[in-house]
Each structure stands twice: as C-alpha cells, then as structure tokens.
C-alpha cells in the first residue's frame, strides 16, 4: 500500500516533520511512503496512494500562499478523491495558527472527496487533534522542533494503520 506525504516547506521544518510522518507510516506492514515538495510531486505515485498527507508551515496565521495555489491549481490533477486524507503544520510560536493552517487543508481535502482522519481521541495519548503540530521556537533562539517529533511519528503510524484497514 502506498502512502504520500506532501508539503511546502522553505527553511526545512515543515519537511523534518513530514520525515518523521513517513517514519511512522514506514512501521507499518506493507507501507511503501514518499514524501514529495509541493514543487516536485511524483503524480503518477501519489495516484497510486491509498493516502495522502499534507503539511505546510503557517505563515501569519494562514497556509503559505504556494501551498494555497498549489491546491487549488494541481492538487485537483492528483485524483485525491476517495483517499483517506490529513494534515499537519508547523509553526514559530505556541498559538501562531498552526492549528488553522491544518483545518483549512483538512476543508480543501473534504473538498476534493477525500475521508479526514487523525485518531483524534480514539488512540490515547498523544491526542492529536485534528493533526500534529511542530512548534520550532526559533523566538526563542532554540530549535525545539525534536520536541514534537514523537507526535508525528504516532500520527503517521496511525494514519497508515487506518489506510491498511480501509484499502490494503
Ligand atoms: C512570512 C512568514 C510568516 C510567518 N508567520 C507565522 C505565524 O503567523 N505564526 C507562527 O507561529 N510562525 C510564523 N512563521 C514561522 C514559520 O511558520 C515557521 O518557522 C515554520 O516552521 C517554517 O517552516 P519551513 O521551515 O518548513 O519553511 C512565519 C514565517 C514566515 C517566513
């Protein structure tokens, strides 16, 4: 079963945690993830996808604007329709709109007729809302992203174990 991960990212954060998404996705039998920049997506591959997991860094308080175009011009192309889909951000400060960033791409996938999945609550802790969240605290002259990255490998565990159990 094949799993994407596809994000922006300029200054690498928003990419480390989508390495760590297909890390856990990896620890999942039968998973062959890749990850892909928004500027160099292998659609051929993300076709073949049972799911696709999208993140981008938040930039004042919204998705970059690339992301933006990026879905509403070639996302559409990708026949996202009917994968199971989710989200992740990152951020430079605790409440700088990650959280929005994720539920703005999570709307554009339901748009597409993919099926949002998290785990949310249903798997314990971490709960991980409506997607994981990584916080780099450059503001605060140290890289706290390491922090964070458990959360994204529980999720993309758990994400990928909920694509085998729909499509494997
Ligand atoms: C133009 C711009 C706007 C940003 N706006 C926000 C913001 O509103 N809230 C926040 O917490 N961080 C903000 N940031 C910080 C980035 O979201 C954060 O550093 C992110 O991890 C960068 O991801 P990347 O390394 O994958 O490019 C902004 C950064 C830039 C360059």
Aim: proline share 2%.
């Amino acid at each position: 079963m094949k799993l994407a991960v596809i994000y922006d990212s300029k200054t690498d954060n928003t990419k480390k945690c989508a390495d760590w998404i297909i890390e856990g996705m990896s620890k999942v039998a039968g998973v062959e993830a890749k990850g892909f920049n928004i500027s160099a997506v292998d659609e051929a591959f993300v076709k073949e996808c049972a799911g696709v997991v999208m993140g981008c860094p938040t930039y004042a308080a919204l998705m970059t604007a690339d992301m933006r175009t990026w879905l509403l011009t070639s996302a559409g192309k990708i026949g996202l329709a009917g994968k199971l889909g989710g989200a992740f951000a990152t951020e430079q400060y605790t409440h700088g709109g990650a959280t929005l960033v994720i539920q703005s791409i999570l709307t554009n996938q339901m748009v597409f007729g993919m099926l949002c999945y998290s785990g949310g609550g249903s798997k314990g802790k971490p709960v991980i809302h409506l997607g994981p969240v990584g916080v780099n605290g450059n503001a605060e002259e140290f890289n706290g992203l390491e922090n964070y990255k458990d959360n994204f490998l529980a999720y993309g565990e758990r994400f990928a174990a909920k694509a085998a159990e729909l499509f494997a």
